[in-house]
Each structure stands twice: as structure tokens, then as C-alpha cells.
């Protein structure tokens, strides 16, 4: 008995079409250049790092109290604590400065951001302020992964806030 073509040769292309036998299928469309991949890439991170409209905007956190860096598959995962400015602060972050090249003294830079709360367009009458919340409420904790291809030639980690920065050496 011999085995039906059309059946066959589906699953095999089935098959097939999960691997890419060590070849780049990226570049295989004739429609786009390398070039206008590359600026596609990049106006697509320049993107994500900017802040979206009708979104709120992020600010940097009042204060870094601690980093840690925990090595992983291919890199580092770093940790921040901090006091953002008020309290009701979401969605912290670490973002990558200078693309996650390092900077002049060799230490890649991080700043720790967060959006504010809605009121913080329209802050309240200082003198109508109610005393001042405890650091708990104020409390932000953000992480980031940084890949070995960014801190190949970097000698540190560096987290930046509004009122200070921590540093940290890179995990080997």
C-alpha cells in the first residue's frame, strides 16, 4: 500500500515550516532593505522609551535605597528600591540611558522612573497639606534585565534618581 502524496507532503511541510534549518528567514523579504529594517527597529525603540500620548508621564523617583544584581541566562537582572516623591506612584521602571552603552567612566546607566499619580498635574495647596505619609507608602520597586552584550566593557551598574544614585559592581 503506498502512502497518500498530498497528505504526506502537507506534514512535511508542517513539519518543516517550525525550523529554519540554521538559515535567517528575517531578511527574506524582498519588499525591505536592511537599511529600513534597521530604522524601523530604531524609531520602534525610540518608541517604547518615549512616553505614550494620553498616557501619564513618568518621572524619576526621589530616592534610590538599594540595587541588587543577580546573574542570569546571558545577563544580569537588576533590582532597585526607592521613595518616590508622594505616594499612589505605579508602574516603576528601570530604563536603559545611552541605549545601554556605558558611559564615560564605564558604568552602564539606569534611571529609575515611575508614573505619577493623578494628582500630581494638580497638586494640592502646601499649606493645606496633610502631614507628610510614612516612607511605606511612598515605597517603588523596579527591575530591569541587562544582557552580556551591553556590559561586555562595562566595570559597574549605576541607578539614577532625582536626589542621588547607587552604584554597584557587575556580577561575573
Do not use: H, K, W
Not at 50 to 70: K, L, M, W, Y
Amino acid at each position: 500500500m503506498r502512502p497518500a502524496p498530498i497528505p504526506t507532503a502537507i506534514a512535511a511541510a508542517l513539519v518543516l515550516a517550525g525550523c529554519s534549518a540554521g538559515f535567517d528567514v528575517g531578511n527574506l523579504n524582498p519588499f525591505t532593505s536592511a537599511e529600513e529594517e534597521a530604522a524601523a527597529e530604531a524609531e520602534a525603540a525610540a518608541a517604547a522609551a518615549a512616553n505614550r500620548p494620553g498616557e501619564p508621564p513618568t518621572e524619576r523617583i526621589a530616592a534610590v535605597e538599594a540595587v541588587t544584581a543577580g546573574r542570569g541566562y546571558r545577563g544580569v537582572l537588576v533590582q532597585a528600591d526607592g521613595l518616590a516623591p508622594r505616594p499612589g506612584y505605579f508602574r516603576a521602571q528601570l530604563r536603559l540611558l545611552n541605549e545601554g552603552r556605558p558611559a564615560a567612566d564605564g558604568r552602564v546607566e539606569l534611571e529609575f522612573v515611575a508614573r505619577a499619580p493623578e494628582t500630581a498635574a494638580n497638586p494640592p495647596d502646601p499649606a493645606a497639606q496633610a502631614p507628610a505619609p510614612s516612607d511605606v507608602a511612598r515605597r517603588v520597586t523596579a527591575a530591569q534585565f541587562v544582557g552580556d552584550d551591553l556590559l561586555a566593557a562595562a566595570t559597574g551598574i549605576r541607578v539614577l534618581a532625582t536626589g542621588n544614585a547607587a552604584e554597584i559592581a557587575v556580577p561575573r
